[in-house]
Structures are given as structure tokens and as C-alpha cells.
């Protein structure tokens, strides 16, 4: 099956405006939005609850931690490399991101019992038993972060099933930090 990769030209009038925003972020159009843009509704929802995502309590880094727990999980090759980027333009530590890669616990308590409660989301589809959110509550975490995991997981689950649906390939400014499921 074959997918349309649209430009900002090309794509449904309804999402040139998000396609040139984030054409504008990276510096160039990511192949994996050229191709969502096929559905209009697909970008826009994605473009509208990423910007929810961000804006909820949880920080950048805590963020990358919950979406790193999502696109590994969900085998999303070009999520690993656009989020390897990115924190590594924000100047993460380099072992935070290979345990992050390599679905390996991470040193930081706090951001270890953050990885374990959004995995734990998502192999109980929500029903995180009773042990699950005290180990989260009690990492100092709240009940409204523990629904930003779920908004989280919404999120991502969006463009890393998008991605893989459309075999969009991995854009040349990501190559360096590509990619691949392990065991």
C-alpha cells in the first residue's frame, strides 16, 4: 500500500498551517508528517494533543521518559530517533539515553518509577493495580499526572501506529540516531 507524501503545497488545506509550523521547528518537513498528512484529522489531532501533553504538569525530561516507555514498546523506529535527537540537543546525560533506547531501568528513582508506571499503563490498558499507583503516588508523582501518562500514551500511541502504518522512512537529520528493536 502506498501513502502520499504531501508537502505544505500539496497537503489538505486544513493542515498546511500545522505542516509549516513544524516545517518551520525542524528546518525541514519530516517524512512521518508528510505522510500522516494524508488524513488531515490524523495531524490535527496529533498537532492538538502533543500541544496538550506539553502543557500538562509533567517536565520535559519526565515527558521524553513516558514517550520513550511509549515508541520502544510500540517499536517505532523513527520516534526513538527524532526523541534521541532531541534530547540529545537538550544536552541529556548519554546514558539516560541509551537506557531509554534500550528499555534498561534508569538511575534516577523518580524517573525509573515514572517508565515502570507508563509501561504498567499500558500492559493494563489503564487498570494499573493498586501496588503500581502507590509505587507512582509515592515517587512523588499525583493523580492528575498519572492521567498526563494516559494523555501520553494517547498521543503517541497516534503517530508511532501512523508511523508504522506508513513505513515512513527515517529523515537524514535523524540517521545518526537510528534505531532498531531488540528482542
Not at 64 to 87: D, P, Q, Y
Request: aromatic share 8%; glycine share 6%; net charge negative.
Amino acid at each position: 500500500m502506498s501513502f502520499t507524501a504531501h508537502t505544505t503545497a500539496t497537503a489538505p488545506t486544513a493542515v498546511r498551517p500545522i505542516m509549516a509550523a513544524i516545517e518551520q521547528q525542524f528546518g525541514f518537513l519530516p517524512a512521518a508528517t508528510a505522510l500522516m498528512a494524508e488524513s488531515p484529522e490524523l495531524v490535527q489531532a496529533f498537532a492538538r494533543a502533543n500541544s496538550l501533553f506539553e502543557r500538562g504538569t509533567l517536565t520535559h525530561l519526565q515527558r521524553e521518559v513516558v514517550v520513550f516507555a511509549i515508541v520502544t514498546r510500540n517499536e517505532c523506529h523513527l520516534c526513538v530517533a527524532l526523541h534521541s535527537a532531541g534530547l540529545t540537543r537538550d544536552g541529556s546525560s548519554p546514558d539516560l539515553i541509551a537506557a531509554l533506547r534500550e528499555r534498561r531501568p534508569l538511575d534516577d528513582p523518580r524517573l525509573e518509577a515514572l517508565r515502570r508506571f507508563t509501561l504498567a499503563v499500558l500492559d493494563s490498558a489503564g487498570a494499573v493495580d493498586e501496588d503500581g499507583m502507590r509505587a507512582f503516588l509515592g515517587a512523588g508523582f499525583t493523580t492528575r499526572q498519572a492521567l498526563e501518562v494516559v494523555l501520553g500514551i494517547g498521543t503517541y500511541t497516534l503517530s508511532t501506529f501512523a508511523n508504522r502504518m506508513t513505513a515512513a522512512p527515517l529523515d537524514e537529520a535523524f540517521v545518526p540516531f537510528a534505531w532498531e528493536a531488540v528482542g
